[in-house]
């Protein structure tokens, strides 16, 4: 069953954690209001919490993107999914 983490919006936001139990994994996908193709220029950046609850990017290819809107995430740990300011109107699902 597919989970909203990200509400669908525009502009600058963040989801609440994602954890992920050891063992496990998570697809994530970007998703738009009306069900088409997520529009051009969309980006959700994948970032992961340290120890002492900072975030941080998991690197340069660690992103949501209109071009490759899916990513199976095969780590365990705690999970934020931040919308970039700019961004055309996305949100990001699980399932």
Known sequence: MA???LAIGTGAADSGDVVIASGSELTVCLN???GTAV??????DILK??????????????????KDPCMVIRAAGT???RRRA??????????
């Open 3 to 5: 989970t909203q983490v």
């Open 32 to 34: 738009d209001a009306d």
């Open 39 to 44: 529009a051009p220029g969309a980006v959700v």
């Open 49 to 66: 919490k340290d120890s002492n609850g900072q975030y941080f990017q998991m690197g340069q290819n660690a992103q949501l993107t209109s």
């Open 79 to 81: 999970f934020l999914f």
């Open 86 to 95: 700019g961004s055309p109107s996305c949100g990001v699902f699980s399932d």
